[in-house]
């Protein structure tokens, strides 16, 4: 049963401390995908990549968050320097692009609190 | 400015009752999909509606997609414990923003009492 891993699942920092987030897409899949989920404005998304290029990181606050994919098994998320407000859980998702339509599976979340 | 508005926010009910959760939008879609998350897990895809009119049942789920394919519906048939969850609608290929990749509606909470 092939799933998205994350790691790690859960991480306390300090403001101004610089946080990794890792993620395993399925393999396969060509296109990853990176999503924060607060209950204040819900899931939103980051960046994502096609084939390990970036296709949009529109999303993500340039000035401190960088996502990169160094190879097809792993995709990172950086927060440099962390602040309170980056305070969410963190999503990957891997997928396909079936008929036309992304079709997603998510992983289980990194949950960050930033103090 | 939030693209996917999802109504009711939340919703409790009893065991076997129905119930029906709606997701709209302004914008036209070129696919709609729906997704349960459980706590402490990432969200599960439930159903891709690609095709205006478009109505698919997973056992007592049933999704519809809007005419217009501006909006859609999840109805459950009697609900049970199990349903309990946050249910979001996401929307692919926005075609007047060009945005390629899902936006995820605001989510409506469902807790089904035994």
Redesign the interface.
């Given at each position: 049963d092939a799933r998205v891993t994350q790691t790690p699942r859960h991480k306390v920092t300090e403001m101004g401390q610089e946080v990794t987030m890792r993620c395993q897409p399925i393999l396969g899949h060509n296109t990853v995908f990176w999503y924060r989920q607060t209950m204040m404005q819900g899931l939103e998304l980051l960046a994502y990549f096609r084939n390990r290029a970036p296709l949009d990181d529109s999303g993500m606050p340039k000035d401190r968050f960088s996502a990169e994919m160094p190879d097809a098994t792993l995709a990172t998320l950086k927060i440099q320097p962390s602040e309170p407000r980056d305070s969410a859980v963190y999503f990957c998702a891997s997928g396909l692009v079936v008929t036309g339509v992304y079709e997603q599976y998510f992983g289980p979340g990194t949950r960050l609190t930033v103090t | 400015t939030?693209l996917l508005e999802q109504s009711p926010q939340f919703l409790s009910i009893q065991e076997g009752e129905n119930l029906t959760v709606y997701c709209n939008s302004s914008s036209v879609f070129?696919?709609l999909?729906w997704y349960r998350q459980e706590p402490?897990?990432?969200?599960?895809?439930l159903v891709?509606v690609?095709t205006g009119g478009e109505v698919k049942k997973l056992k007592r789920l049933t999704f519809q997609f809007g005419d217009a394919r501006k909006d859609s519906s999840l109805h459950i048939t009697a609900a049970q414990p199990g349903d309990t969850g946050l249910y979001?609608c996401a929307g692919?290929?926005f075609m007047d923003t060009g945005?390629?990749?899902?936006?995820?509606?605001?989510?409506t909470r469902l807790q089904v009492q035994p």
């Open positions: - | 939030q070129s696919s999909q402490g897990e990432g969200p599960v895809l891709t690609v979001l692919g290929g945005r390629r990749a899902l936006t995820f509606g605001s989510g």
